[in-house]
Structures are given as structure tokens and as C-alpha cells.
């Protein structure tokens, strides 16, 4: 992605791992964890 002139700045934001089969689980400021959730409404793509 980064050798693609429109991708030059992209960073990696995630990881996936075998934790949490089947979900998306974010880490929290905290130090936990949540469940984030299909978005409702208008689809909007995850790029994963």
C-alpha cells in the first residue's frame, strides 16, 4: 500500500489475532477492551 503514491502516509492502525474469533475488539485508554459493533445506518467499509 505504501509503494502506491495515494498510500505514501498510510500507518497500520490494528493486528488481527486469534483472541476474539469472528469480532472486532478494540483496545481502550484504560487498558481493556471492547466489543466494536457493526455499524448501523449508512454501511462504511472496514479496511482491514
Given at each position: 500500500?505504501?509503494?502506491?503514491?495515494?498510500?505514501?502516509?498510510?500507518?497500520?492502525?490494528?493486528?488481527?489475532v486469534?483472541?476474539?474469533?469472528?469480532?472486532?475488539?478494540?483496545?481502550?485508554?484504560?487498558?481493556?477492551?471492547?466489543v466494536?459493533?457493526?455499524?448501523?445506518?449508512?454501511q462504511?467499509?472496514?479496511?482491514?
Open positions: 500500500m505504501r509503494a502506491h503514491p495515494l498510500g505514501k502516509e498510510s500507518v497500520r492502525i490494528g493486528t488481527c486469534e483472541d476474539h474469533p469472528g469480532m472486532v475488539v478494540a483496545a481502550t485508554g484504560l487498558g481493556g477492551t471492547r466494536v459493533d457493526m455499524p448501523l445506518g449508512e462504511l467499509p472496514r479496511i482491514c
